[in-house]
């Protein structure tokens, strides 16, 4: 009965805030790259980003859980979407824009393609 007690007033119980950081680094060939991010709560606005710069926020998570942010990213004809942050998932926190695509840097492993650039 008191694991169950204990068990009970650990998942209702809010945890604490912490602070996360996410930066997206233009990698791109002589291009500017529009970076657009918002989460439920927040739209952080339209970025344009010089070659070799990086748009970086940093944000308290949700004290009950879930935050997530979502980007767009824009380069002349072509768009990416995709999951900036989320909690509870292994997040990446380190994004990297090349001319094939998006690349994202998970904690103790190495850089990988996540997306592939689209045409609308």
Same mark, same amino acid.
């Given at each position: 009965?008191i ?9 209702i119980?809010?945890?604490p805030?912490?602070q996360?950081?996410v930066s997206?680094?233009n990698?791109l060939?002589?291009k ?7 989460s439920k709560?927040?739209?952080l =606005? =339209?970025?344009?980003?010089?070659v070799g710069?990086?748009y970086r ?6 004290v009950f ?5 979502w980007?767009n ?8 979407s995709?999951k ?8 990446? =926190?380190?994004?990297?824009?090349h001319?094939d695509?998006?690349? =994202? ?7 990988f ?8």
């Amino acid at each position: 009965m008191i694991m169950v007690v204990f068990a009970t007033i650990m998942v209702i119980m809010p945890r604490p805030s912490v602070q996360d950081t996410v930066s997206i680094t233009n990698l791109l060939t002589n291009k500017i790259l529009i970076v657009h991010c918002r989460s439920k709560d927040d739209d952080l =606005g =339209g970025h344009a980003v010089d070659v070799g710069d990086s748009y970086r926020w940093s944000f308290q998570t949700n004290v009950f859980g879930g935050t997530l942010f979502w980007c767009n990213l824009a380069v002349q004809d072509k768009r990416i979407s995709f999951k900036a942050y989320e909690e509870y998932e292994e997040t990446f =926190g380190m994004w990297f824009v090349h001319d094939d695509g998006l690349y =994202g840097k998970p904690k103790h492993f190495p850089i990988f393609k996540m997306a592939a650039w689209k045409r609308p």
